[in-house]
Every structure is written in structure tokens, then in C-alpha cells.
């Protein structure tokens, strides 16, 4: 991590300034930041403490705001989780930590079943103001079950926030607004860009909206829509496609869950034509989610078919073979060029 | 490191089954209101329990479990607990609940299929709701005995749980936890030797579930769940040790499961009944009884005017709850969030128009 | 720090001693040069530096016996924190050539927002077509602001009522729409002036000698030639001089953009001229033509009036305005004497630009037309 952002996050820096940092990094400033403007927000996890987490995300925190504060908790997901229910309903704001979403299966029954639902069925006398915070998706040669990419399993439940950042600054702003949520919001993070890209993020506290889209870039030819290290290969399309006289807009969903789905309308009423892109195995996929609110909202305004860019239905492969997996550049220039000859 | 680890598990009653004292009581004994606001309490929860039953079988409320059996162990979390102590229960502690303040009528909401039973809970503001899948309430119990923890309170958590649960890796994680972090909570184990049709020596080949404790580092016992006296020390002197920052416990209470896991349930087709007779000889209520009538304390008349304020109690709860009207149908959207997202507004839209009988 | 472990040293060999170190801490060392002498339980070994480096520790001494995979020494620099527990993460290549602010709007885009309000089934479009009806004045009463046949009725019903109000299209839509954001941004400010043409030959290119003369003026006043950002209160004062010319069409107004005025050659920008010229007549002068313009000439003079204020139209900051030209009294060298005149007004945005900067400007033009063709 850079000098300044780590300066910063040890010394309490009052102030806001900017800081170049890349994703992982804003999850740590924001983490910090919060954690200085709020006594309750607490972090738990495997390795969160003294180690800084695996990735480095939580690095520092303990030297800055204590054990009491910055716990490294026993290795047991569905206690992580279930214990982060507990916190929040005495008033803490948890954010616990997922190793990786490959591990976050054994903490669903808690998500799902008590963190979704603790203010539904007590009326709101308690509630959940908890983040969980994993990072997910592939793309970094890891071994099996550490490249994940479920976020459609959490998308279809209901009393659940489902936000995936895209850049340093959106991760560094969704990730405020998420621990400032008074509801549970589960915080994937897309390991493969989490060093991929620098920017100048300002640490001056600004959440960004929940429950809305981004529009990254303008276009008027067709609208691509992405989220998490996706949007890098989608930017990387758009690109390739102005050069071929294709003006192409670009739009980060960025929360999954709840779907702002009048950003995706207004870009297609505008366009006329839809490519979806994700990472995650096609069938199920929140893109046939998008894809079935755009045939619902805007047909009227559609010139082709909603086409989705996705991943295979099968297991994320190892190693040798993700690059097959993944979703290309080409293979989004290719569905548009499909798309724009209709 | 020793090298050699022993654990003992002592086994505490302090009444015979007719309610005769085995040995020299504990001081409690000495509070006669005390005993008797138990055994008031005790009727109560038993009185409500028919009735909700009764219901479910009328068609007026959803299925339930009885509390039948579990009354004495209840009761006595529920008076040794602090007001400002936090009950995490799972499905079977009305008696508790009683006593920690939750209306009636609340109850009957909840099991009648409303979740405002759930809510404004003015007396007992943090406990949390009732948790039905298995042990998973042990995690939050942990988690709020953290909360405690981090800001220093001197407050305790009581969770309570099956002997079924024992064995879901929840139990025994939140043990382990409570252990590794010292927290201030109380494990009551009311082990009524059956997880709907598996018998306690299904559920686990060791010996006692008490001993379970050792794995997380915390001391166990075992006391008889239908003897008053044994139960209220054995969480009085848990409490005192979560108060005073020394760490937890795990206390199983030994008793039977006198009605059926649920009213969907029959459980002549696994249990015998000439065991469900002999579990009635070792009822609880009626060996507080016993002990009452012996020491002075309660007579037939005191009893007839107990069962009749009980019952009037409780019609008076199921009147206001029959009387209740269902809440509408947007309430089903609008307590998902804090506010409502815009994603959702339709979907409020077309259940605001829905009429009962008309579909939209 | 970054440490140097005892690697394998062949055949499974768990450990050695040290013999003898040959490097010592604040040393400076190279690939493959040796560090230190081991005894394993076959040999005495000796061991290369796997990179070029400053040491910064030893760990041990001779006589120590050190285990395979034990840090060995450390060369000075930044610790080998992988910053993972798995796999690979890229880093990104060259940390300070990014590192720019992240971009994005909120939400949708605008012109997205604008393209959801109107909002019809084909058949309503085709209805309205029938009746002559302009979708854009309606509001939709139906669901989400959908348009439907009723509400194309009453339009219908309304417009033969009052008579047909004719819906803007095309350029005049257009210009209503930019003077009426030019008026909402602009300060504009006018000034106005003659220029003495008597001595320009018979059948001089007007409009030439104009285009001209504005490249000569913007020479002069740079200030005038630049596009100013009125919410974030910047401009850019560009070298190339990009005309708007103002055509009058019975289809309305256009302004196609001649290119590069002041670096091209008078042949080039005449033919320049006439190409425009002919496109607009024809009107098959696509969009990109008309974009892009650093200032505006408005010959209004073709048809009468001497002076007025033209609209500025941002991002520029200033138009000119030519009037017809006509015989004035005025003084001539001492004594009155009839001149051809053509009058001048310039229009220019006072957020961008001073009145010093006008005026001078206005003297550049003034100047650059007084002279006769050939100068």
C-alpha cells in the first residue's frame, strides 16, 4: 500500500485528503475513515487483525482502533456471520469479513434467514446494520472455490443489498454508504482489479448512492451494461468499438440489489439495444434479471434482441483454463456487432 | 500443558420427585415470594399452553410447541435474569417470555401467524425474537455478548436451546467463541430427551451434554430441570459469573418433553406410554407444589383462585388477539428496508390496491 | 526489508552451516555473486545472490546451522508482502502515469432521461401521423407517461379548435432551443463600428473579405476566439480560427463551420466557401459540419439593417455581425465625401471576454477591411 494512504490511515489525518489508491485500498480507507467518524462500527473476520486480512484490506485498523474494535475471530463462518446479527441488533455496525465468497456458503443460513429478516419480522423493534464484505470472482489464478461469483444467489433475497464497487472511487464511496446503511448490504469486492487501477480518491467521507447505476461513459449506438471486473473488459469494448464508429454507453450497475432499473431504461430508450456482461455463469444470472426489466420496461423502445455476455454454466476452471471462462473484449465486441447489424 | 485433563460434571437436584427436600436447600428457599411468583408463573405458562393449543386445533392460530415440561427451567431464567440482561430464546420458552415481559397477546400473534407478535416488546426492548432454525440463535447470543464486551457493560446474555441443537455446528462454535473471548453469556440446555422423534441417546454419543462445555474451555453442569431450586442456582450463579466479567457457562437441565414437539406432531408413533407416564411422576410444577403445600405457603383454595386467574388472563389475551384485524397487505414491504427502495415501489403499488377477495 | 531464504540445496538436504560469509551488511552485491560458503552433509556449497541488492542483515554466523527455506539474509528495499494468500493480483503497471480522478455521472445520462419522455406504441405514432399531430407537445396520460390514442385525439380535437399551432421542427426548433440557452448564460455585450470598403475592387468575395478579416481580428484579440465554460468558469483559447457562417434558408438557419481560416490559403477557402455554400443549398450537409465553430459571422447585410446584437453561442464567446452596405456621408480626409460603407457589430459574452479586448478586436476587423483587396 501506498506511503500516504498508510500514513493516513495510522495517524488519523483530520482533514480530507487525496489519496492515490488502488481498490483494495479505498476499501481501507473508507473502513478507516468510518471507523474514525463512528464509535460503532466494529470489524470482524479471519486474519483481519493482526495480518491486515489477506488482501490487505483491513491493514492497520487494529494498531489505530484496538482489539476491542479490530477482531480476528475463530476460523467459523457461519459464527462470523451469526455473531455479526447479534452485534448489530445491540446497535454496533459490524462488518464482517468473508475470507472469500467461496466461504460464504456456511454463513448463508444466518444472511439469509436472520440478517435479511430481523427487522421484517420484528416489525422493526431490531434490525441489522451490518456490512459482509468478501472479496469474489476470478481472474487471479487461485486455486478452487476462491474464484466465486454468486452474487444471483444473494440478489433473490429479499431484505438483502447486494453492491459491487468497480473502481477506487465507487468502492471507496458505496463501501461509506453500505456500513452507513441501516440494513444488511453484502460488500463483494472483485479480487481481480482489486490492484488493477489507481486513482485519486478524496478521503473526505462522500458516500455514493445506493440503489443506482452508474453511467461511466455516454453513448447513443447501444448500451453496455456491466458490473465488478467486468466493467474493465466492457470500458475496453467501448473503446474498441468508438474506433469502429460505434458510440457505445457504458453503465455500472453497481448495486445488484435493489436493481435501479430507470437508469437502465433511460439508456435504452436513448440507445435502442442492450449487451449485458457478467462474469457468473449465465443461467440464473442477474443479467436475466436486467434482461427481463428492459423487455418489460422498454420494448418499445428495443431495435434487437437484449443479447447477455456471461460466463459458462459450469464451475469456474482452474488456472490453466480461466482465461476461457471469463468474458473477453472480443467476445462483447462480437455480441454488439451482432446486436447493431439487426 | 497438563498431562492430563479431568472433567467433571456434577448433576444437582435438591428435591425428590414428591417435592421432598434431599438436601439442605439453597438460600433462595427462604423467599417465599419468590417461590410463589414461580409457581404463579409456572401455572400460567401451562394455563396459556392449553389454550394455544386448543386453538390451533380450532383453526384459529398456526402450529405451536408446548411448553409442556419446560415451565420450572423457564421460569427460573426468567426471574434470576436482570432486566437489562438480554434473552435470546428458541421455541419453548413461553414461561421465560412471561416473565421478561412479552404480552400475551404477543405470543398468540406470533403463533397465530402475525408478526407483530415480534414487535413492541416495551419491557424487554433487545431480546431478540423467537429463533426457528436450530441453535443458530447461539451465534447472536455471542455476537450481542460481544457488543456487551467491546462497550464494557456489566450485562449478560441467557440463550437457551434443545438437546437437538447441541449437536449443529452453531452450539458449538458460539461455545468456542464465548470461550476464546471470555464473554458474558449463559448456555441453558433443556435437554428433554427428545429432538422431535430422536431420542437423546441418538443425538449424541457423549455422555452428558454439559460436558460439551470443555471444548470450548467453560465450566458445565447438570441439573434436574424439574426442581426448581437446582435450576434458579445453577443461572443465578452463571449470571453472577457473566456479570462479574468471569466468562460462561453451560448449564444442561434435565428434563422430559411432556407434549409433543409441535401440534403437527403425534408423538405416540415413537414414544412409548408408559414413559410419558413415568416423565409426568417427575413434573415440576406439581413438585414446587408439593414443596409449597409442605412448607405452609399454599393451600386447595390458593390453587382453585390461581387456575381461575389464570384462565381469566388468558381469555382476556385471546379475546384481543381473536379481535385483532390482520395487518394489510403492504406490510409486507414495508418493514424489508428502512426506507422503502424504488426498486420495490411497484410491487407496494399493486399490493395497496389489493382488496381481500379482490385479486389485482 | 526483503529476506533471502536458504534454498534447497539438492537432494532434500534439510539444513546446513555456516562456513564463512563473504558479503557483509552495506554491502552492494550482484546477480550471482557469492554470499556465503554452507556445509551441507556432503559438501561445502556456495551460495549466489538471486539479485542485485544492497544487504541489509545477515541472520547467523559461522558456525550456525540454518534450515532450507530460513531467511538467510536481507537486502534493503520493500518487503515481500504479496499482498495475497492465494493466487496472483496484477498490479497496476505504472502507478503514477494513473491515478487520475475517477469520472461517472449518477444515475442516468441526461440525454437517456430526455429519450425515456416520450414515450408511444407504433400504433399511436402512426395514428398521429395520420392526423398531422406532433407526439413531442403531449403529455401522456397513460401508464409511466404513456402516450395513447385518446390523448392524440384531444390534441387533435384542441388543434382544430384553436387552429393548427405548427410544432417547431428542424432548425427553427433548434434555434429556439440554443438562443434561449444562449440568453440564459450569456452576458452579452455590442459594439458597432464602420468600415470604410470604397477602395475594395468591383466584385470582391464579401464574405471572403470578412472570414478574412475575423482571422486577422482573432490574431489580434485572442481572447475572442475561445470557448468558455460558464459552470466551471475556464476557457481555452484554441489557434484555430473555426468559423460558424449563418445561412438563411426558407428552411431556417444554419451555421456550417469553415475550417481553419487562418492557416489556409485564399484559394482553398473560397472553395471551402462555395462547397459550404452548395451543401446548405442542397441540405445535404451532415451534422459534424456544423460543429465545432470558434467564432460566428452573421451577413446579415444581405438582405438590410445596418447594426444589431446577434446571439453569442456558447461555448463561443463572440459573433459578428455584418450590415448592408451603403453609401454614407462621412468625413474623408479632412472634407465630407461619399464612402462605401459596410457596418460592423460585435457581440461578445463580458463573462469571457473585456471590452479592451472587443474593441480591439473590432479595430483588427475594421483595419483588415479598410484595406483595399490586394492588400
Not at chain 1, 45 to 72: H, P
Not at chain 2, 186 to 204: D, E, H, K, M
Not at chain 3, 200 to 229: H, Y
Amino acid at each position: 500500500m501506498n506511503a500516504s494512504a498508510e500514513n493516513a490511515i495510522r495517524h488519523g489525518e483530520g482533514a480530507p485528503v487525496a489519496h492515490k489508491v488502488t481498490l483494495v485500498e479505498a476499501v481501507n480507507l473508507a473502513l478507516a475513515r468510518e471507523m474514525a467518524n463512528d464509535d460503532s462500527v466494529v470489524v470482524l473476520g479471519e486474519d483481519i487483525a493482526t495480518n491486515g486480512g489477506v488482501f490487505r484490506a483491513t491493514v492497520g485498523l487494529k494498531e489505530r482502533f484496538g482489539y476491542k474494535r479490530v477482531m480476528d475471530t475463530p476460523l467459523a463462518e457461519n459464527l462470523i456471520a451469526g455473531t455479526a446479527v447479534g452485534m448489530a441488533t445491540q446497535g454496533l455496525k459490524p462488518v464482517a469479513e468473508f475470507q472469500f465468497m467461496g466461504f460464504i456458503y456456511a454463513g448463508c443460513e444466518q444472511i439469509i434467514s436472520h440478517a435479511a429478516r430481523m427487522r421484517n419480522r420484528t416489525r422493526g423493534r431490531l434490525h441489522c446494520p451490518l456490512v459482509y464484505r468478501a472479496p469474489f470472482a476470478g481472474g487471479i489464478h487461485a486455486p478452487e472455490h476462491h474464484s466465486e461469483s454468486t452474487e444471483a444467489l444473494f440478489a433473490h433475497v429479499p431484505g438483502l443489498r447486494v453492491v459491487i464497487p468497480s473502481s477506487p472511487q465507487r468502492a471507496y464511496g458505496l463501501l461509506l454508504a453500505a456500513i452507513r446503511n441501516p440494513d444488511p448490504v453484502i460488500f463483494l469486492e472483485p479480487k481481480r482489479i482489486y490492484r488493477a487501477v489507481t486513482q485519486t480518491v478524496m478521503d473526505n467521507g462522500e458516500a455514493l448512492p445506493l440503489d443506482t447505476c452508474f453511467t461511466l461513459r455516454e453513448g447513443d449506438d447501444i448500451t453496455l451494461i456491466s458490473w465488478g471486473a467486468s466493467i474493465m473488459e466492457t470500458l475496453q469494448a467501448a473503446d474498441r468499438l468508438a474506433e469502429q464508429g460505434v458510440s457505445a454507453e457504458v453503465i455500472d450497475v453497481a448495486t445488484i440489489s435493489p436493481l435501479d432499473r430507470e437508469t437502465l431504461l433511460c439508456s435504452v430508450a436513448k440507445t435502442g439495444r442492450a449487451v449485458i456482461v457478467h462474469e457468473a455463469c449465465r443461467n440464473g444470472g442477474v443479467g436475466a434479471e436486467v434482461a427481463a426489466s428492459i423487455a418489460e420496461g422498454a420494448f418499445l423502445d428495443l431495435q434487437a434482441p437484449v443479447v447477455r455476455v456471461t460466463g459458462y454454466d459450469t464451475v469456474m476452471p482452474y488456472y490453466r483454463n480461466e482465461q476461457h471462462y471469463l468474458p473477453q473484449v472480443d467476445d462483447i465486441v462480437a455480441a454488439v456487432e451482432q446486436v447493431i447489424a439487426l | 500443558m497438563k498431562d492430563r485433563y479431568e472433567l467433571t460434571v456434577d448433576y444437582v437436584r435438591y428435591l425428590n420427585d414428591a417435592g421432598e427436600p434431599l438436601d439442605e436447600l439453597p438460600a433462595l428457599s427462604a423467599d417465599a415470594d419468590r417461590l410463589l411468583d414461580a409457581y404463579r408463573n409456572m401455572v400460567l405458562a401451562r394455563t396459556l399452553d392449553q389454550k394455544i393449543i386448543a386453538l390451533q386445533r380450532t383453526g384459529k392460530c398456526g402450529t405451536y410447541p408446548s411448553v409442556l415440561g419446560h415451565e420450572v427451567i423457564g421460569t427460573a431464567i426468567g426471574q434470576c435474569m436482570e432486566r437489562h440482561d438480554v434473552f435470546v430464546p428458541y421455541y419453548r420458552d413461553q414461561a421465560t417470555q412471561l416473565l421478561r415481559g412479552v404480552p400475551m397477546v404477543n405470543m398468540l400473534l406470533y403463533w397465530g401467524g402475525d408478526e407483530r407478535g415480534s414487535a413492541g416488546w416495551e419491557l424487554c426492548p433487545q431480546d431478540l425474537p423467537i429463533s426457528v432454525p436450530i441453535a443458530t440463535q447461539c451465534c447472536h447470543a455471542v455476537g450481542i455478548a460481544s457488543a456487551m464486551r467491546i462497550r464494557d457493560e456489566k450485562r449478560a446474555v441467557v440463550v437457551t436451546l434443545g438437546d437437538g441443537a447441541t449437536s449443529k455446528g452453531d452450539f458449538l462454535e458460539s461455545v468456542n467463541l464465548a470461550g476464546a473471548w471470555h464473554l458474558p453469556v449463559v448456555f441453558v440446555v433443556a435437554n428433554n430427551q427428545w429432538a422431535i422423534s430422536t431420542p437423546r441417546g441418538l443425538q449424541t454419543g457423549s455422555e452428558t451434554i454439559a460436558q460439551k462445555a470443555v471444548s470450548g474451555g467453560l465450566p458445565g453442569h447438570i441439573v434436574d430441570g424439574n426442581d426448581y431450586f437446582a435450576v434458579s442456582e445453577a443461572v443465578e450463579h452463571a449470571l453472577e459469573r457473566a456479570h462479574g466479567g468471569k466468562g460462561a457457562t453451560v448449564i444442561e437441565a434435565v428434563t422430559y418433553r411432556l407434549g409433543d414437539h409441535t401440534t403437527a406432531d403425534d408423538a405416540t408413533r415413537y414414544r412409548s406410554a408408559d414413559e410419558l407416564r413415568s416423565a409426568w411422576d417427575k413434573d415440576g410444577i406439581k413438585r414446587l407444589q408439593s414443596y409449597l403445600h409442605r412448607a405452609g405457603h399454599w393451600d386447595a383454595d390458593k390453587e382453585k383462585e390461581l387456575q381461575a386467574h389464570c384462565r381469566d388472563k388468558v381469555d382476556k389475551a385471546v379475546h384481543v388477539y381473536l379481535e385483532k384485524a390482520p395487518e394489510p397487505p403492504v406490510a409486507m414491504v414495508d418493514y424489508l428496508f428502512e426506507t422503502l427502495p424504488a426498486a420495490l415501489a411497484g410491487q407496494r403499488e399493486r399490493l395497496a390496491r389489493k382488496v381481500e377477495g379482490v385479486r389485482s | 526489508m526483503r529476506n533471502f531464504k536458504l534454498p534447497d540445496l539438492g537432494e532434500g538436504l534439510p539444513e546446513a552451516e555456516i562456513v564463512e560469509w563473504h558479503v557483509k551488511v552495506g554491502d552492494t552485491v550482484e546477480v550471482d555473486q557469492v554470499l556465503v560458503s554452507v556445509e551441507t552433509a556432503k559438501a561445502i556449497v556456495e551460495v549466489p545472490s538471486p539479485e542485485a541488492g544492497i544487504i541489509a542483515r545477515l541472520f547467523g554466523e559461522a558456525g550456525d546451522i540454518i534450515h532450507t527455506g530460513e531467511p538467510l539474509l536481507a537486502f534493503e528495499g520493500e518487503g515481500d508482502d504479496s499482498g495475497t494468500v492465494v493466487g496472483e493480483l496484477k498490479s497496476s503497471q505504472a502507478r503514477d502515469g494513473q491515478g487520475e480522478a475517477d469520472s461517472f455521472i449518477i444515475g442516468a445520462a441526461p440525454s437517456s432521461k430526455r429519450a425515456r419522455a416520450n414515450r408511444a406504441t407504433p400504433g399511436v405514432r402512426a395514428l398521429a401521423e395520420r392526423l398531422g399531430i406532433s407526439l413531442e407537445n403531449i403529455k401522456g396520460s397513460g401508464p409511466g407517461g404513456l402516450i395513447t390514442n385518446d390523448d392524440v385525439h384531444r390534441q387533435a380535437s384542441h388543434q382544430k379548435q384553436l387552429g393548427e399551432a405548427e410544432a417547431l421542427r428542424g432548425p427553427r426548433r433548434t434555434m429556439a432551443k440554443n438562443m434561449a440557452l444562449s440568453h440564459a448564460q450569456v452576458v452579452p455585450v455590442s459594439i458597432f463600428e464602420d468600415a470604410d470598403i470604397h477602395d475594395w475592387e468591383k466584385g470582391t468575395d464579401i464574405t471572403m473579405r470578412l472570414v478574412q478579416g475575423m482571422a486577422r481580428a482573432c490574431e489580434a484579440s485572442p481572447a475572442l476566439n475561445c470557448w468558455f465554460d460558464g459552470d466551471n468558469l475556464s476557457r481555452r483559447l484554441l489557434d484555430e480560427v473555426h468559423i460558424g457562417i449563418a445561412v438563411d434558408t426558407p428552411d431556417g438557419l444554419f451555421v456550417p463551420v469553415l475550417r481553419d481560416v487562418n492557416h489556409r490559403s485564399m484559394e482553398d477557402l473560397r472553395q471551402g466557401l462555395e462547397n459550404l455554400r452548395e451543401a446548405v443549398a442542397t441540405r445535404k450537409i451532415p451534422p459534424r459540419e456544423m460543429q465545432g465553430a470558434t467564432i460566428t459571422l452573421s451577413n446579415f447585410g444581405t438582405m438590410t439593417g445596418q447594426y444589431a446584437n446577434p446571439v453569442v453561442s456558447p461555448p463561443q464567446v463572440a459573433i459578428v455581425g455584418a450590415g448592408k452596405i451603403r453609401d454614407k456621408v462621412v468625413p474623408h480626409k479632412g472634407k465630407p465625401a461619399v464612402r462605401r460603407i459596410m457596418p460592423l457589430s460585435v457581440t461578445f459574452d463580458h463573462r469571457a471576454a473585456t471590452g479592451g479586448e472587443a474593441a480591439r478586436f473590432m479595430a483588427a476587423l475594421v483595419e483588415a477591411l479598410g484595406v483595399d483587396s490586394n492588400g
